[in-house]
T-cell receptor, first 115, second 118 residues
């Protein structure tokens, strides 16, 4: 597609429920990144993929968070047993190659609210 | 670990004037990139300008320029001829890593809210 597409744009869920956030990167982009942004803060790195391989998951807060990119294109970030502290904007970004220019193209984000 | 510090939570400027946003960072790496991103009220993340650490020349993009002081680990953004559309949150960000494999793994500062007044 023309840009990075994320869905859903808004998600409200109850504490304890699982949520899945989807990212469709720019066509042909090798690297895909997930970030989390709390209100009034800068984004924080969660994890990234080159093709289908998860290269770094050091930013995932705990084992309730997981991500996959099985065919090297669309990625899903899953949060199990959500907690109120998980409420944030979750942003996906893609780049042509992780070791290239370093420029990321961000999606518009998925805003998660956990009640 | 890298850290990025933006010490100005908020700034304001009159339309057509010049404003400078400050950013300092800390790293032990020699190869890295620095970025300024703009986040308008729409909450998009838009790349404003990028600087490669091995380049001594300061990057410029139209009305936007940087003052990169590598020894001081300082990376400020100057916006000339400010426009109302420049009103946004501005984030300074750092990316670096061995072999270039982590150049998309950004560390962001806390952000500076810039308001341009008519």
């Amino acid at each position: 597609g023309a840009g990075v597409s994320q869905s859903p744009r808004y998600k409200v869920t109850k504490r304890g429920q699982d949520v899945a956030l989807r990212c469709d990167p720019i066509s042909g982009h090798v690297s895909l990144y997930w970030y989390r942004q709390a209100l009034g803060q800068g984004p924080e790195f969660l994890t990234y993929f080159n093709y289908e391989a998860q290269q770094d998951k050091s930013g995932l807060p705990n084992d309730r968070f997981s991500a996959e990119r099985p065919e090297g294109s669309i990625s899903t970030l899953t949060i199990q047993r959500t907690e109120q502290r998980d409420s944030a904007m979750y942003r996906c970004a893609s780049s042509l190659k992780g070791g290239g220019t370093g420029e990321l193209f961000f999606g518009e984000g998925s805003r998660l609210t956990v009640l | 670990a890298q850290t990025v510090t933006q010490s100005q939570p908020e700034m304001s400027v009159q339309e057509a004037e010049t404003v400078t946003l400050s950013c300092t960072y800390d790293t032990s790496e020699s190869n890295y990139y620095l970025f300024w991103y703009k986040q308008p009220p729409s909450r998009q993340m838009i790349l404003v300008i990028r600087q490669e650490a091995y380049k001594q020349q300061n990057a410029t993009e139209n009305r936007f320029s940087v003052n990169f002081q590598k020894a001081a680990k300082s990376f400020s953004l100057k916006i000339s001829d400010s426009q109302l559309g420049d009103t946004a949150m501005y984030f300074c960000a750092f990316a670096g890593g061995a072999g270039g494999t982590s150049y998309g793994k950004l560390t962001f500062g806390q952000g500076t809210i810039l308001t341009v007044h008519p």
